[in-house]
């Protein structure tokens, strides 16, 4: 069996020497793989700024697929894209960190559509080609979303995977065959079961947003998801973390990896102004409307389902347009929720941690935790919805006397020094953050 060649840390963009494949054209088939899998092998090294950055055609990616892209207005890769896209394409095993919305979706989905249409294989009946597994609906159809017009300039079927809904399309969709599933672990688990798909055949498997999926409880769906596919096949793991069960995962299902990392393990966003408000409880909903009211486009976090809910009425009630996002509601519902946050219709949503991962809604200009989060990894995972691609954006954290001890623990675990401020409804600061 061919060893794997050795590979170099050094994340810097290449240059494609002489001889190398020309604009467009196919990574190599997936190779043989050995048996014994070792845990991450190097500490993941952030991508450093050495010159101009590679186009997509110099990493490897096919003609058909940057046409895409050019027409989609994506020009210039993502830094995550540039660390990543040579060893994916070349079908090594990879770890790629970074946060939401640093391009983690096109770092996995070029190189798997790539190696996909160089395989050789064609699709079947109820046997896909590749797996991405992510921990939310709204993450499977936003990924599916933005591969499917690639998987179509190669000729390629996609379908989703996921709970909530009836399962005659998803089961319709297997029976046709399709070369790409994007999957929650729990349906997909049930399909397994039941027969209606077999992963015998599949070539790439991606984990998108590996340590929520970690976090929610579907440990051990992924563990025994992973273990009904082939030794064999490429795996790429995406994820803003990768540590604690993340690394379980690693050092069972990937071969010699090779990390690549972004950002900083928990570092905010730098573009963030953290705050936090010190109130009285009964000032908590009179400084969430007012908040709300002034800013244009808001998220509130809550704890528990049954706090959005309320929430969400009571900023409805006070002439503020909001939508709640939780477990509780229906699939149709949460699409409705979602569609309106994202096209304006609403300005505040309201959600319990369950949108603080995978709901990629732009211009975000307020993150508001109406219930501080228990675990810093979630404030960051909040907080995250704000700031993206560049923008800036403020964080609030609504304080009471209760609250000052644990919110201190969370700020210094979460490795930030946000401004407190004792405040009042009316405050001169509440408008100025807005």
Request: glycine share 8%; charged share 20%.
């Given at each position: 069996?061919?060893?794997?060649?050795?590979?170099?840390?050094?994340?810097?963009?290449?240059?494609?020497?002489?001889?190398?494949?020309?604009?467009?054209?196919?990574?190599?088939?997936?190779?043989?793989?050995?048996?014994?899998?070792?845990?991450?092998?190097?500490?993941?090294?952030?991508?450093?700024?050495?010159?101009?950055?590679?186009?997509?055609?110099?990493?490897?990616?096919?003609?058909?697929?940057?046409?895409?892209?050019?027409?989609?207005?994506?020009?210039?890769?993502?830094?995550?894209?540039?660390?990543?896209?040579?060893?994916?394409?070349?079908?090594?095993?990879?770890?790629?960190?970074?946060?939401?919305?640093?391009?983690?979706?096109?770092?996995?989905?070029?190189?798997?559509?790539?190696?996909?249409?160089?395989?050789?294989?064609?699709?079947?009946?109820?046997?896909?080609?590749?797996?991405?597994?992510?921990?939310?609906?709204?993450?499977?159809?936003?990924?599916?979303?933005?591969?499917?017009?690639?998987?179509?300039?190669?000729?390629?079927?996609?379908?989703?995977?996921?709970?909530?809904?009836?399962?005659?399309?998803?089961?319709?969709?297997?029976?046709?065959?399709v070369d790409v599933v994007v999957a929650c672990p729990g349906r997909l688990e049930d399909h397994m079961?039941?027969?209606?798909?077999?992963?015998?055949?599949?070539?790439?498997?991606?984990?998108?947003e590996a340590d929520h999926m970690c976090d929610l409880g579907f440990l051990p769906g992924v563990v025994?998801?992973?273990?009904?596919?082939?030794?064999?096949?490429?795996?790429?793991?995406?994820?803003?973390?990768?540590?604690?069960?993340?690394?379980?995962?690693?050092?069972?299902?990937?071969?010699?990896?090779?990390?690549?990392?972004?950002?900083?393990?928990?570092?905010?966003?730098?573009?963030?102004?953290?705050?936090?408000?010190?109130?009285?409880?009964?000032?908590?909903?009179?400084?969430?409307?007012?908040?709300?009211?002034?800013?244009?486009?808001?998220?509130?976090?809550?704890?528990?389902?049954?706090?959005?809910?309320?929430?969400?009425?009571?900023?409805?009630?006070?002439?503020?347009?909001?939508?709640?996002?939780?477990?509780?509601?229906?699939?149709?519902?949460?699409?409705?929720?979602?569609?309106?946050?994202?096209?304006?219709?609403?300005?505040?949503?309201?959600?319990?941690?369950?949108?603080?991962?995978?709901?990629?809604?732009?211009?975000?200009?307020?993150?508001?935790?109406?219930?501080?989060?228990?675990?810093?990894?979630?404030?960051?995972?909040?907080?995250?919805?704000?700031?993206?691609?560049?923008?800036?954006?403020?964080?609030?954290?609504?304080?009471?006397?209760?609250?000052?001890?644990?919110?201190?623990?969370?700020?210094?675990?979460?490795?930030?020094?946000?401004?407190?401020?004792?405040?009042?409804?009316?405050?001169?600061?509440?408008?100025?953050?807005?």
């Open positions: 069996m061919a060893r794997r060649r050795q590979h170099s840390h050094d994340h810097r963009p290449r240059a494609i020497a002489p001889g190398s494949p020309s604009r467009g054209a196919v990574a190599t088939p997936v190779r043989a793989r050995p048996n014994v899998r070792p845990a991450i092998r190097a500490e993941a090294r952030p991508v450093v700024d050495t010159g101009p950055l590679p186009t997509f055609a110099e990493l490897g990616v096919p003609n058909a697929l940057v046409d895409v892209l050019t027409r989609q207005g994506i020009s210039a890769p993502f830094p995550i894209q540039v660390a990543t896209l040579r060893d994916t394409m070349a079908g090594l095993d990879v770890l790629g960190r970074g946060k939401t919305g640093s391009g983690k979706t096109l770092a996995f989905v070029l190189p798997m559509l790539t190696r996909l249409a160089s395989s050789g294989q064609r699709r079947r009946s109820l046997r896909p080609r590749a797996l991405v597994l992510v921990p939310t609906r709204e993450l499977a159809n936003q990924v599916n979303v933005a591969m499917q017009p690639l998987a179509a300039a190669l000729g390629m079927r996609t379908a989703t995977v996921f709970g909530g809904v009836g399962a005659g399309q998803q089961i319709a969709a297997l029976r046709a065959g079961q039941s027969g209606r798909v077999v992963l015998d055949a599949v070539e790439v498997t991606v984990l998108d025994r998801i992973l273990g009904r596919t082939p030794s064999s096949c490429q795996r790429m793991l995406f994820s803003a973390t990768l540590d604690g069960a993340v690394a379980s995962i690693v050092s069972r299902f990937l071969t010699d990896p090779v990390t690549h990392s972004v950002d900083a393990v928990e570092a905010p966003v730098e573009e963030m102004d953290h705050h936090v408000f010190h109130l009285a409880a009964e000032q908590r909903l009179p400084i969430l409307i007012e908040l709300t009211t002034l800013s244009s486009r808001t998220m509130v976090f809550t704890r528990t389902k049954h706090r959005a809910k309320s929430l969400a009425r009571q900023l409805n009630a006070n002439g503020v347009r909001a939508v709640e996002m939780h477990g509780n509601l229906a699939q149709n519902a949460r699409e409705r929720n979602l569609s309106a946050f994202a096209d304006g219709t609403a300005s505040t949503m309201v959600a319990t941690d369950i949108a603080a991962r995978g709901l990629h809604v732009d211009d975000v200009r307020l993150v508001v935790h109406a219930d501080p989060p228990i675990e810093h990894k979630a404030y960051l995972h909040r907080s995250g919805r704000t700031a993206r691609a560049g923008a800036s954006g403020t964080v609030i954290t609504l304080m009471t006397d209760e609250q000052v001890r644990d919110v201190a623990a969370l700020a210094r675990k979460a490795g930030i020094s946000p401004t407190t401020t004792k405040v009042r409804r009316g405050d001169p600061i509440i408008a100025s953050l807005c």
